[in-house]
């Protein structure tokens, strides 16, 4: 049987492991012509916007809007306030993430066809916010020192008040995938306050402690450190960027649905996320291939590596007393505290998930004292991007999320009200945090 060649295979990984900020541009599956998001937005009939904002250390990031949708399976029309949703995507994605597959299974379009008015995050150096008021990405190495505290300490919170402000809305909801989860429990263990701003928010493999992680990530973990004295040696600090280079190698091995090619480059995921070939969308995977990988800093990868080291839910790890001293007043990274986090929180794990795995969760789920719904799939194989680009993902995980959603947004979908008034008894709000409708 033909497969992936090997040498394909090998730049296929190498590329995973790491990208250049210099001539040669490292970009995982990307193929020629590839829309943006905002274009991919506007190809599928939806309206689109597109916002920027600027953090207070002067990051530029790029924000996309599905204002309204086009099924109205509401009773209010698109001028009609809606309730706003942000969406935040996972480690090397961007707002696609939300967007591979038919509109009807993808969770940014339903929400927007379920009344939602819809923000999709793009946090610093991912393609679509690699901007800053002063530094150059491609030439300053300042711009990447940065890892996922300071995405959820400044990305997070600046694109929470932006949302809540052009929304004329106090609150939002929120969904977070992967990152898009680590970065939430981040900002509300630093700011509790933030609690009153978020209605709810569910988590899709939530990601906070890593101690019992599998696979490729694992055994790279115990090498990150060597890895990172080797990539700083190259002037490496940028992880997986855009760019065309590998428009031809795409194209050629990962460009055609249910081909012997298309699994090979399924298989080079497996290792990663978890093994599950038949549950991908293989329509939407050339696509997917060419939104991701969408750029990283260094620094975020390793701080990923650091939990899987420490088994803790900490900040980043200069590297040295000194400097940990100087930046936390104590020797080691703070911790941080999960039973600030207040907002109601849904918890939705797979059972393959090589990245989230369910011992980890059970742990976040003891530590947070607003858990209004853990939901294991049942799907035996679900795994990591299941969640982003499962077949079933919309019946599995975001039917649930949207009927969550509508609860506290007090929306009634048309056709749909006996779903959503089955069980609800495990949805309460948190105490100490007053609301108003």
């Given at each position: 049987?033909?497969?992936?060649?090997?040498?394909?295979?090998?730049?296929?990984?190498?590329?995973?492991?790491?990208?250049?900020?210099?001539?040669?541009?490292?970009?995982?599956?990307?193929?020629?012509?590839?829309?943006?998001?905002?274009?991919?937005?506007?190809e599928n009939g939806y309206p689109v916007e597109i916002h920027t904002v600027v953090t207070i250390d002067g990051y530029i990031l790029e924000m996309h809007r599905i204002p309204h949708g086009i099924m109205n399976i509401t009773s209010a029309s698109s001028s009609t306030h809606r309730p706003p949703v942000l969406l935040h995507h996972g480690l090397f994605s961007s707002s696609a993430d939300f967007l591979m597959n038919d509109p009807q299974k993808a969770l940014g379009y339903m929400l927007a066809d379920a009344g939602y008015d819809v923000w999709l995050a793009n946090c610093r150096g991912n393609q679509y916010s690699r901007g800053h008021m002063t530094l150059n990405p491609d030439e300053e190495a300042e711009f990447w020192k940065f890892s996922w505290d300071q995405i959820a300490i400044y990305d997070l919170a600046t694109e929470i008040e932006y949302v809540l402000a052009v929304s004329e809305s106090a609150?939002?909801?929120?969904?977070?995938?992967?990152?898009?989860?680590?970065?939430?429990?981040?900002?509300?263990?630093?700011?509790?306050?933030?609690?009153?701003?978020?209605?709810?928010?569910?988590?899709?493999?939530?990601?906070?402690?890593?101690?019992?992680?599998?696979?490729?990530?694992?055994?790279?973990?115990?090498?990150?450190?060597?890895?990172?004295?080797?990539?700083?040696?190259?002037?490496?600090?940028?992880?997986?960027?855009?760019?065309?280079?590998?428009?031809?190698?795409?194209?050629?091995?990962?460009?055609?649905?249910?081909?012997?090619?298309?699994?090979?480059?399924?298989?080079?995921?497996?290792?990663?996320?978890?093994?599950?070939?038949?549950?991908?969308?293989?329509?939407?995977?050339?696509?997917?291939?060419?939104?991701?990988?969408?750029?990283?800093?260094?620094?975020?990868?390793?701080?990923?590596?650091?939990?899987?080291?420490?088994?803790?839910?900490?900040?980043?790890?200069?590297?040295?007393?000194?400097?940990?001293?100087?930046?936390?007043?104590?020797?080691?990274?703070?911790?941080?505290?999960?039973?600030?986090?207040?907002?109601?929180?849904?918890?939705?794990?797979?059972?393959?998930?090589?990245?989230?795995?369910?011992?980890?969760?059970?742990?976040?789920?003891?530590?947070?004292?607003?858990?209004?719904?853990?939901?294991?799939?049942?799907?035996?194989?679900?795994?990591?991007?299941?969640?982003?680009?499962?077949?079933?993902?919309?019946?599995?995980?975001?039917?649930?999320?949207?009927?969550?959603?509508?609860?506290?947004?007090?929306?009634?979908?048309?056709?749909?009200?006996?779903?959503?008034?089955?069980?609800?008894?495990?949805?309460?709000?948190?105490?100490?945090?007053?609301?108003?409708?």
């Open positions: 049987m033909k497969t992936i060649g090997s040498k394909s295979l090998l730049l296929l990984l190498l590329a995973a492991l790491v990208g250049s900020s210099s001539a040669v541009k490292f970009n995982w599956f990307r193929t020629q012509h590839t829309p943006t998001v905002p274009e991919l937005i506007s609150r939002l909801s929120y969904v977070g995938y992967s990152m898009g989860t680590t970065v939430f429990f981040a900002l509300l263990s630093e700011i509790p306050e933030y609690a009153v701003k978020v209605k709810v928010m569910a988590a899709m493999a939530p990601v906070a402690f890593m101690a019992h992680i599998e696979g490729l990530v694992k055994v790279l973990s115990h090498f990150s450190k060597e890895i990172d004295f080797f990539l700083n040696l190259m002037g490496v600090h940028e992880m997986l960027p855009g760019g065309p280079d590998w428009d031809e190698l795409v194209l050629k091995e990962c460009g055609e649905p249910y081909s012997s090619r298309m699994k090979g480059c399924i298989g080079t995921l497996t290792p990663i996320v978890g093994g599950d070939l038949d549950e991908f969308q293989q329509e939407y995977l050339p696509e997917a291939f060419a939104q991701t990988p969408a750029g990283a800093s260094k620094s975020t990868l390793l701080h990923y590596a650091q939990l899987v080291l420490s088994k803790k839910f900490r900040k980043f790890d200069y590297g040295s007393f000194s400097q940990n001293l100087e930046h936390y007043g104590q020797l080691t990274p703070t911790e941080y505290d999960l039973t600030k986090v207040r907002t109601p929180i849904a918890l939705f794990v797979g059972l393959n998930d090589y990245l989230a795995d369910r011992r980890d969760v059970d742990k976040l789920n003891s530590l947070l004292p607003n858990v209004i719904r853990y939901k294991f799939l049942n799907y035996p194989r679900y795994n990591h991007l299941d969640f982003i680009w499962g077949k079933h993902a919309a019946e599995l995980v975001y039917v649930d999320i949207i009927g969550l959603f509508n609860k506290y947004n007090h929306i009634n979908i048309k056709g749909q009200q006996q779903f959503f008034e089955e069980d609800v008894s495990y949805l309460k709000y948190p105490y100490n945090v007053s609301f108003h409708h």
